[in-house]
């Protein structure tokens, strides 16, 4: 008997009030399911709902219709067990690294948040697991763009949430270091078996990521078709980009997403 899934999405739509009166449906009927400790990304064009999907199963935005489930247990708002990490940083400015990763676990409940020494031993582990070892006491203005990154993804991790959303984490870093920082996500997930939902508009990023790729369709956003990237779970050194298995799936993926944003284009010019 197969195992219940990590994250349910039923029949899930999001419509919001415009100004006219009228709704604007940017999500329609969308039904996924993400497995226990599973890395996907979903990928789509710009405007499709990828950011509100996100925001659905984070629980900071609310479904006009459908629903999520995290273990079976529908969701109702934000809770502990979902971390969320945006492009932006969102790090606090007067907070060293060590501080940063230490303001998630004092956000739980008093009964279960641990005391000040445990926090701090805590902080030091996450930021050694993301390779910042050295810099805890650094503040966000002392540290390079892909450092502050490494930071939130940390601050997350702390709390050890059962699933971790991710919207577009490395879109704002330059090549070289957003390439150093998805071999970096993929040996902590290998490391930590956190359920990952990661965002993207990538298409090289998300078949270098993801097991498998859910492709959006142009608004109203639609789950399109999910492909199953099986490159093993080897090491990928950057000689996997090279190889025929992976630029098969970059031509796989990049054939859905075309279409779409031939659509998208196409509604653009005729409005």
Known sequence: MPSPPKIRVEGLGKTFQVRDGEGFTALDDISIDVAAGEFLVVVGPSGCGKSTLLDLISGLSKPSGGRVLVDGVPVTGPAL???????QYALLPWRTAQRNVEFALEARSRLDRPGRKARAERAREHLALVGLTGFEDRYPHELSGGMRQRVAIAR??????KVLLMDEPFAALDAQ?????????????????TTIVFITHSIDEAVYLGQRV???TSRPGRIK?????RLGERDR??????????????????????????VTREVVSVG
């Open 214 to 216: 859910a492709i959006m």
């Open 81 to 87: 067990d979902r971390a969320v990490v945006f492009q």
């Open 156 to 161: 997350a991790l702390a709390a050890d949430p």
């Open 225 to 229: 078709q999910v492909v199953e990237v």
């Open 237 to 262: 050194d950057e000689d996997v980009r090279s190889s025929s298995e992976f630029a098969a799936y970059r031509h796989e993926v990049w054939s859905l997403l075309r279409d779409e944003v031939t």
């Open 177 to 193: 270091t957003r390439d150093g920082l998805q071999e970096e996500l993929r040996r902590i997930w290998q490391a930590t078996g």
